[in-house]
């Protein structure tokens, strides 16, 4: 080998080695600015003339991101990266885009009125259907925090909105006979999803918080109760995905992700739960037992598998379930429930999801949007996603949290 090929090489491996080191170094505040920033696009409002058909057809529509559960993690992440980075750029945008979806949503509730349809809903689709705590709870807890901590205007939109959301999740969302929702209706066969804890759970806080009546928060709390009894396997305290309500049986599966909505929706409710409350030691116990298994299966490049007991199949560790754990993990630590050696876990996932976020903020290796299903392969084969919209929230949700746990050491 040349000396001139030979200092080519080692130039190489000297700028490689730069820059690796410049990532390590990067503050979990400088991950929350990256992430945060990155995420806030342009949106604005629509023109919403009303009078005959083709004053609709000639309206200008509102722009602004795709109304989903995603979206409302990231409006309530976003939320905790204000809280900690105080620009009014960040809590602008959320308020903004809950102001423009309320308009949004009144001008298609006219057309329906008026018409008997609408001009295509396109970013509000599944506002528009709302039959499930998909449609709304995420999205509903993101508005009520933004309402009550951030002093977002609630115009009479707003407030259709609030009050649309909190009937439905308190009194038309499916219940089994103890309380606990459930999906009696969906393409699948009659089952409880794991995801519910957080699609339903964190928004029956805030609508206790909201209007002031606590059993809203007692609600919650006997639903986790409720769902650890159907899903939670007492052996290593890992949930499955769902529960087959005729069957009476469990699906295949403990899904990352799934159990990552259990996590963070148990610690949302848990943190407004007063510790003399009747059912403050039956969840902590549930978050515990999961927290207890989740320290078991981490992995050893600080992440979780897509499928936890599971570590041999091919897909590997996930993203979105391991910032799911991780903020769990370290809201156990900030709050006290967790003992010392969880800050080790949390640690050692923070050197793995350093490794998903790119240079310009966007997360890496998310898997896509997954229903139950009873076989493994099913899991194995989810598409993987590089800025799969499930990854933005949940990934500033770990970083906001986590960036308490050190502040605080």
Not at 48 to 76: C, F, Q
Not at 273 to 282: A, G
């Amino acid at each position: 080998m040349t000396d001139k090929k030979s200092w080519v090489i080692f130039f190489i491996i000297f700028i490689f080695m730069l820059l690796v080191q410049a990532k390590d170094n990067e503050t979990v505040l400088d991950l929350i600015k990256k992430v945060t920033y990155t995420h806030l696009g342009n949106q604005y409002d629509g023109e919403y003339l009303k009078g005959n058909w083709r004053d609709v057809l000639n309206s200008k529509p509102a722009k602004h991101e795709y109304w989903s559960y995603p979206t409302g993690v990231s409006m309530y992440a976003l939320q905790r990266a204000y809280d900690i980075l105080k620009n009014d750029k960040i809590i602008n945008y959320v308020n903004n885009y809950f102001k423009i979806t309320a308009n949004n949503y009144e001008y298609f509730r006219w057309q329906k009125y008026t018409f008997g349809t609408t001009i295509k809903t396109g970013s509000i689709t599944k506002l528009m259907r709302l039959k499930m705590l998909d449609d709304c709870g995420a999205m509903g807890t993101a508005l009520l925090e933004t309402v009550m901590q951030h002093k977002c205007k609630v115009t009479p939109n707003i407030q259709q909105m609030i009050d649309i959301f909190g009937n439905y999740v308190a009194n038309v969302q499916a219940r089994l006979p103890d309380g606990a929702f459930w999906r009696p209706k969906s393409e699948f066969s009659p089952t409880i999803w794991v995801d519910d804890i957080y699609m339903g759970l964190p928004f029956l806080v805030k609508w206790a918080e909201y209007t002031k009546d606590n059993t809203h928060l007692t609600d919650a709390a006997k639903q986790i109760i409720s769902y650890a009894s159907y899903l939670q396997d007492d052996k290593d305290g890992i949930f499955y995905h769902g529960y087959y309500v005729k069957e009476k049986r469990r699906s295949c599966c403990k899904w990352g992700r799934g159990n990552g909505w259990a996590a963070v929706g148990i610690s949302e409710v848990l943190s407004a739960l007063p510790k003399d409350h009747p059912q403050y030691r039956y969840v902590l116990k549930i978050y515990k037992m999961q927290m207890a298994g989740l320290k078991k299966y981490q992995a050893d490049d600080g992440l979780w598998h897509q499928v936890l007991d599971h570590p041999e199949l091919s897909f590997g560790t996930e993203t979105s379930c391991s910032a799911e754990f991780t903020y769990a993990i370290a809201r156990g630590l900030n709050k006290g429930w967790l003992d010392k050696s969880y800050l080790a876990v949390v640690k050692k996932a923070m050197k793995g999801l350093r490794g998903r976020i790119s240079e310009s903020g966007g997360i890496n290796k998310v898997c896509k949007s997954t229903v139950i299903e009873d076989n493994l392969e099913y899991y194995n084969n989810r598409p993987i996603r590089d800025n799969d919209h499930h990854g933005h929230g949940l990934m500033l949700l770990a970083l906001t949290e986590v960036y308490r746990l050190y502040e605080n050491k």
